[in-house]
């Protein structure tokens, strides 16, 4: 079937329509998540995932630090590894960050985030000068 009655074949992450092709990239989605996360309450920064990580992020400043996005099927898995501030409370902040990127990655794409996995990798103290 051709023209405007071809079925839209349509896998995670991929749009193909009578049009064209349409690829979303696992940065894009941690570009967002990224921007999500800085929004939120209690999170003063990302953490690397590990420490090849930190390397490369500190000399290419990419804005998936910390952040690792998974495609698997019809699911899309978000980790992302968080510093908060002292003094919040640890559970409602990593909560507040679930759903805020949930919500942001989801009216972006327009498709279900499976799950959002929080890691809390510290703790920092501002200073109160």
């Given amino acids: 079937m051709f023209g405007a009655n071809a079925p839209k074949r349509k896998t995670m992450g991929e749009e193909t329509t009578v049009l064209g092709g349409i690829h979303i990239s696992p940065n894009a ?10 929004q939120s309450y209690g999170v003063v920064g990302l953490a690397p995932k590990n420490l090849a990580d930190g390397i490369v992020s500190t000399i290419t400043r990419e804005p998936s630090r910390g952040i690792t996005v998974r495609y ?7 980790d ?7 003094g919040t409370r640890i559970t409602s902040v990593a909560e507040s960050v679930a759903n805020t990127v949930r919500f942001h990655v989801e009216k972006a794409l327009g498709l279900r985030v499976n799950s959002v996995n929080v890691h809390v990798a510290g703790l920092r103290i501002s200073d109160s000068d």
């Fill in 29 to 38: 989605v941690a570009t967002i998540a990224h921007h999500a996360v800085l």
């Fill in 72 to 78: 698997k099927d019809e699911d899309i898995d978000i």
């Fill in 80 to 86: 992302i590894h968080i510093i908060v501030e002292y």
